[in-house]
């Protein structure tokens, strides 16, 4: 059975950090690429980083420069550094992996298994 369980999600400051974690069960994420996602309240989940196998990294406009998405394959564990955190970040972030190695890395409809989320919020 695949399991994704993030942790890390908590209430900060505006300006602060924060270290998500998404441990991964189930699957040996070395054969996945692995991706956070964030999903605020009444919007839609959007893409915030991803990582392949052979740790190339994307990330989305809005996060880029300020958050650092990593994977440690030995600990099948995935994580998501989140620096300058502002308001405007404040939503449920969940971890995912795909075996595709195709396809752009941010589309949701590209991952298969998916986590239960963490919540962060960012006060101003």
């Known amino acids: 059975q695949v399991q994704l369980v993030e942790s890390g999600g908590g209430s900060v400051q505006a300006g602060g950090s924060l270290r998500l974690s998404c441990v991964v069960s189930?699957?040996?994420?070395?054969?996945?690429?692995m991706a956070w996602f964030r999903q605020a309240p009444g919007k839609d989940r959007e893409g915030v980083a991803s990582i392949e196998r052979d740790g190339v990294t994307s990330y989305s406009r809005s996060v880029k420069g300020r958050f650092t998405i990593s994977r440690d394959d030995a600990k099948n564990t995935l994580y998501l550094q989140m620096n300058s955190l502002k308001p405007e970040d404040t939503a449920m972030y969940y971890c995912a992996a795909t075996e595709s190695d195709y396809g752009p890395r941010l589309d949701l409809y590209q991952y298969n298994y998916w986590g239960q989320g963490t919540p962060v919020t960012v006060s101003s």
């Open positions: 189930g699957i040996t994420s070395s054969s996945y690429c």
